[in-house]
C-alpha cells in the first residue's frame, strides 16, 4: 500500500486555507497572508498566542510551521514543532493525528522518533474513527507491519488487517531438479528454485485464529474470504486446486469443492466445478465445467448448472445455454431466454445484445473481445427482454 510521505502532508496543510476548519477563520486568514507575503516572522507570534490558548488548529499550524519553515529570522525547529502537533493530536485533531501516526510510521531521527507501528497504529486509529478513511488504510497497514515486526520471522508476510483480521503467510523453498533432453540427445540438467506458500490468519492480538495450512486465503469481506487446498497463489488471487469460504472464527463454511470462486459482486459470487484455467489466454482464463452463485456466507443459492455466467449487475446476470446467452435474477429465474448469440452486462437499466453477432480481438490476437465488423443483428433490450434501440 503506496503511504503519502510527511514532507508532502506538512507543505498540503500550510497551503490549504480551508484545512483548519471554522473556528478564528480571521485569525487564520491573517497567519495565511502573512505566509503567503513571506511575512513569516510577523506571522509567528499570532500562532503562538492562538497555540497557547488551546486551540488545536493553531497548535497543528504551528506545528507544522516549525517543522517546514526557515529563513533569516527564523530558524526550523523540528522538537518544538513536534511538540505542538501532539498537542492538537492529543485534543483530537484529526490532521495532527494522522500526521503523528505518519512520523511514528516512518521514523524521523531528527525528531528523535524511531519507528513505532504500534504507536503509529494508535494515532491513525483516533483519526479513523472520526472517518478519515485514508488513516483506515493507514492503520491496517501499521497493524501489519507491527505484527510483522513482532512475529520475530515467524512470518514471512503479514498483510493489512481487514475486519479485525490479518492474513499471514510462510514461504517454503525448495530446489526442484529439471532435467531436458533435446535433439541429438542433448541433454541439459539445472535447478530451479521454487516456493510453497501457507496462509493463515492472525487477530488483532496475534492469536491464530487460521492456522497456515492453507494454500491461499483471499481478502476478508463481511466476515467471509475464499480460502483454497492445491492452488498457485499470488497476492491477490489463486488459480487451481479447490476453493471454498471461510468465517472469521476460521471455519469452513463453504466445503472445499469449488474449481474457481469468483470475487463477490451485488452479494454473490460465481463458482465452477469442472473447469479449467488456461493460462494461453488473458480475459477468458478459465473455460469448461459447470457455472452457479454462492452467497457471501457461502451458500449455494443458484445451482452449478450453466455453461458460463457472468457477475450480477443491476440485479441480472449473463448466463449461457446450449451456447446462447441470456439472463437470470437472484432467484436463478430466466428471465430474458437464451436467444442471444452475443450478450453485454446490463448498465443503466439496458444491455447490447445481438443474434448473428461475433466477438473478437483486434487482429486476431489477446485482449478483451469486441464486436468484429457488421456481422449479425445487434439491438439494446431492457431488464423485461424488449427491444429498445
Not at 155 to 182: A, C, H, M, N
Not at 313 to 325: D, F, P
Not at 371 to 386: A, H, Q, S, T
Request: aromatic share 12%.
Amino acid at each position: 500500500m503506496k503511504i503519502i510521505p510527511t514532507l508532502l502532508i506538512l507543505i498540503g496543510l500550510l497551503l490549504s486555507i480551508h484545512l483548519l476548519g471554522q473556528q478564528n477563520v480571521k485569525i487564520y486568514d491573517t497567519v495565511d497572508s502573512l505566509i503567503l507575503e513571506k511575512k513569516y516572522k510577523e506571522a509567528l507570534p499570532i500562532l503562538i498566542s492562538a497555540a497557547e490558548k488551546g486551540s488545536p488548529e493553531a497548535q497543528l499550524r504551528l506545528g507544522v510551521f516549525y517543522l517546514t519553515f526557515t529563513n533569516e529570522d527564523i530558524s526550523k525547529d523540528e522538537i518544538e514543532g513536534f511538540k505542538w502537533i501532539r498537542k492538537s493530536a492529543e485534543q483530537g485533531n484529526i490532521q495532527a493525528c494522522s500526521l503523528i501516526g505518519m512520523l511514528y510510521l516512518e521514523g524521523r531521527t531528527e525528531l528523535n522518533i524511531s519507528k513505532d507501528f504500534a504507536e503509529a497504529a494508535k494515532w491513525f486509529q483516533k483519526a479513523a474513527v472520526q472517518g478519515d478513511k485514508k488513516a483506515k488504510e493507514n492503520y491496517d497497514e501499521a497493524i501489519a507491519l507491527y505484527y510483522a515486526s513482532k512475529s520475530q520471522k515467524k512470518y514471512d508476510w503479514v498483510y493489512p488487517f481487514e475486519e479485525g483480521l490479518g492474513r499471514v503467510r510462510i514461504d517454503k523453498k525448495y530446489r526442484d531438479s529439471i532435467t531436458y533432453q533435446g535433439k541429438k540427445y542433448v541433454e541439459f540438467k539445472w535447478q530451479s528454485e521454487k516456493t510453497i506458500s501457507k496462509y493463515g490468519l492472525i487477530d488483532t492480538n496475534g492469536i491464530e485464529i487460521v492456522l497456515p495450512t492453507y494454500d491461499y486465503i483471499g481478502s476478508m469481506k463481511n466476515g467471509f474470504a475464499i480460502a483454497n487446498i492445491g492452488c498457485i497463489a499470488t497476492s491477490s488471487d489463486c488459480k487451481g486446486g479447490k476453493s471454498g469460504i471461510i468465517n472469521k472464527k476460521g471455519e469452513l463454511v463453504c466445503p472445499l469443492v469449488f474449481d474457481m470462486i469468483d470475487t463477490f459482486s451485488e452479494g454473490f459470487a460465481r463458482v465452477n466445478l469442472g473447469g479449467k484455467w488456461n493460462d494461453d489466454l488473458w480475459f477468458a482464463d478459465f473455460k469448461g465445467g459447470q457455472w452457479g452463485f454462492i452467497d457471501e456466507t457461502g451458500k449455494s443459492v443458484i445451482s452449478t448448472q450453466f455453461e458460463y455466467v457472468g457477475n450480477f449487475h443491476e440485479g441480472l446476470a449473463l448466463i449461457k445455454q446450449n451456447g446462447k446467452w441470456g439472463y437470470i435474477n437472484k432467484k436463478g429465474d430466466i428471465t430474458i431466454p437464451c436467444l442471444y448469440d452475443v450478450g453485454y452486462d446490463f448498465n443503466n437499466g439496458l444491455a447490447l445484445v445481438s443474434i448473428g453477432g461475433v466477438l473478437g480481438t483486434i487482429g486476431g490476437g489477446k485482449g478483451e473481445k469486441t464486436p468484429v465488423g457488421n456481422k449479425g443483428f445487434w439491438g439494446i433490450i431492457n431488464k423485461k427482454g424488449k427491444e429498445v434501440g
